[in-house]
């Protein structure tokens, strides 16, 4: 996520893939007292700005909402940001979630997407994906709701755009199956491979590191009370290095082999590791469910 100082932030223009939260994320705007519209033509985002720029008491701040329904003219978007932001400040958000994720979104709520005419949802997911790629290069904060809840989304989004400095970070520590491949968000990844397997103990093997027999056993062994030490110093010293570059949310991620026992109990360890030292936490257990081999 790019860094932008705060006084840009009461100009903003949010985008993003369908399905993705933009609705979620423009409803939190309200909240925070902008004035929000949703689904503004490109044509009138200079109309919008020179209100907002000479000082309308209603218009102080203002986020507005242009995507994919403002067909062929969201091509024109990218330029006109350009030309906007030589002539003031603002920020460009694009909020995004993974193909998977959009998919199982749009299964869930039974709703069409604006694309899927003739195709699959998850060929239109990619269409539009590909036809967004200009505008989220010129992004300054881009948003992957991929994990996040709706209660976590609107959390993060006040936490970013509410308050002056030193805005919480929101940390999510995954657990992961190197079987199943490293997360492609991740900011950190640690193997925990070096660990005694829970495994190759039959007792232990139909439970998942969340279970206390599992925690147990692998924190009997001394390099996992070492290694938990050394990574809660670790972590403490760079957090804060983060938040003050403007890193909004950090993705740590451990990874076993199947991503069911020693990844997760890590994970857990160190999430509340974490929150006990005051940061925003939560644990992720991405191939905690997923058959072993």
Known sequence: MKNSRLHSQSFVILTGLSGSGKSTVLKTFEDLGY?????????????LSELHKHGSDEIRRAALLVDVR??????????????????????????????????????????PH??????????????ERK??????????VVIDTSRFTV????????????????????ISVVSFGYRFGVPGDADLVFDVRFLPNPHFIPELRAYSGRD????????????????????????????????????????????????R??????????????????FSTKAVHRDVEKPSA
């Open 212 to 259: 206390a027999r599992v925690v147990r056993y692998i924190r009997s062994f001394p390099q996992t009370r070492q290694f938990l030490r050394r990574m809660e110093s670790l972590l403490a010293y760079l957090i804060p290095h983060y938040i003050r570059e403007g890193k909004s949310y950090l993705t740590i991620a451990l990874g076993c082999t199947g991503g």
């Open 261 to 278: 026992h020693r990844s997760v109990m890590m994970a857990e360890a160190i999430s509340r590791a974490l929150a006990r030292r005051g």
């Open 35 to 47: 004035y929000c519209v949703d689904n503004l033509p490109v044509d009138l985002i200079f109309t």
């Open 114 to 127: 604006p694309l899927a005419r003739d195709v699959p949802v998850r060929q239109a997911v990619r269409w």
């Open 131 to 140: 036809l967004m790629a200009p505008i989220r290069r010129l992004a300054d």
């Open 70 to 111: 403002e067909g062929a003219q969201l091509k024109r978007l990218p330029a006109i940001y350009r030309k906007l932001r030589r002539q003031r400040a603002a920020t460009l958000v694009f909020v995004e979630a993974s193909d998977d994720t959009l998919v199982r979104r749009f299964s869930e709520t039974r709703r």
């Open 151 to 170: 209660h976590e989304l609107r959390q993060f989004v006040t936490r970013r755009f509410h308050g002056a400095d030193g805005q919480p970070m929101l």
